[in-house]
């Protein structure tokens, strides 16, 4: 079942259990960290079951008109279950209903490593298009593709 989360300590509690266990998507400690603590202050949904979040999303706002899925983390064991499609089905209707026409997720390039791969794979599967890459915003080596769409 999907939550919105309001308690900021509970919004980093469940951003940095569930991202503790993504080493291969979250690997990077500061740039966890900075995804954990900054997740506190924006909207924030949770898949929950028997009390435990399986995965989680935040939404961070870049403009008057585009939500960003800022981070997004699904416990590894419940991949391929349904529950990012469901968190970016919420968080959507969310964007839509406040009045954002656009959406946006950043995520490496294509071609650089398997697990992004699948990562840029489900975002074009939720109708995400390629919008450009920014191959030195994080790094040389995780070159930055921004995906958009509109809502």
């Not at 999303?57 to 800022?70: G, H, N, V, W």
Request: overall charge negative.
């Amino acid at each position: 079942m999907i939550v919105y989360v309001e308690d900021k300590d509970q919004k980093e509690r469940i951003a940095e259990g569930i991202l503790q266990q993504l080493p291969d998507w979250f690997g990077l400690p500061d740039s966890t960290k900075r995804y954990i603590t900054e997740s506190r202050e924006m909207p924030f949904w949770a898949w929950m079951e028997d009390g435990q979040a399986l995965g989680f999303l935040a939404l961070k706002e870049t403009s008057p008109y585009t939500a960003e899925i800022y981070c997004m983390g699904i416990l590894p064991e419940y991949h391929r279950r349904g529950i990012g499609r469901r968190l970016v089905t919420v968080f959507q209707e969310y964007a839509r209903d406040y009045g954002y026409s656009f959406l946006q997720v950043k995520t490496v390039q294509s071609g650089h490593y398997q697990e992004y791969d699948q990562t840029n794979e489900f975002y074009r599967s939720m109708g995400f298009l390629e919008l450009e890459c920014l191959p030195e915003l994080w790094d040389p080596w995780n070159p930055c593709q921004i995906y958009v769409k509109a809502i």
